[in-house]
Nanobody, 123 residues
Framework: QVQLVDSGGGSVQAGDSLRLSCAASGRPVSSYAMGWFRQFPGKEREFVAGISWNNDNTYYQGSVKGRFTISRDIAKNTVYLQMNSLKPEDTAVYYC????????????????WGQGTQVTVSS
């Protein structure tokens, strides 16, 4: 199975950018559909972005489309989430996830999770 470690979060101003990283070990990220989720305080985890396992097609939640980009570096066995034009409403804990169901937005269809990284955007 794969182990995932999230990093790259921090505190930024509205309009700034951050790049989150998800370093995988144990198995290649190319073996899984990969996703990024986020969780607001007191809320359930929600889908942000995903990349398919076999052709690198990407898919996004509507509120981040055009601002966030998910990508995968096979050589580094790492998945990234580039976040541009950040807004205060993007403030959340962000989680990387791996699963076997392509194009899934559902938390329960992802089997492996990183520990999460906090992103705080101030106005």
């Amino acid at each position: 199975q794969v182990q995932l470690v999230d990093s790259g979060g921090g505190s930024v101003q509205a309009g700034d950018s951050l790049r989150l990283s998800c370093a995988a070990s144990g198995r290649p990220v190319s073996s899984y559909a990969m996703g990024w989720f986020r969780q607001f305080p007191g809320k359930e985890r929600e889908f942000v972005a995903g990349i398919s396992w076999n052709n690198d097609n990407t898919y996004y939640q509507g509120s981040v489309k055009g601002r966030f980009t998910i990508s995968r570096d096979i050589a580094k066995n790492t998945v990234y989430l580039q976040m541009n034009s950040l807004k205060p409403e993007d403030t959340a804990v962000y989680y990387c996830a791996a699963g076997y169901s392509d194009y899934s937005y559902r938390v329960y269809e992802y089997d492996y999770w990183g520990q999460g990284t906090q992103v705080t955007v101030s106005s």
